[in-house]
């Protein structure tokens, strides 16, 4: 895959967190928490920064996903 596809790629998966962190209003601070909740111990200058490179694991996202409540995505 060539480097303009990686980066297409990222950002879907980028624009699909964010959306679904202003759907249920969530904060970078409160997703923070909610990971807390869950487990998962990490800043909140580290999640901003993650999610605004667009370079994540997908254990990442469905972590994040887990800890707001999201039941379902739609691709």
Known sequence: MSA???KEWE?????LLKAE???RN?????LVGKLADIGVMDSEPNIRNK???GKFTAVFLIQCLQ???VQEVRL
Request: glycine letters at 10%.
């Open 4 to 6: 303009v596809q990686d």
């Open 26 to 30: 969530v904060t970078y601070a409160e």
């Open 67 to 69: 800890a707001i409540g």
């Open 51 to 53: 999610i605004s490179r």
């Open 11 to 15: 950002d879907r998966v980028k624009g």
């Open 21 to 23: 962190l202003k759907r």
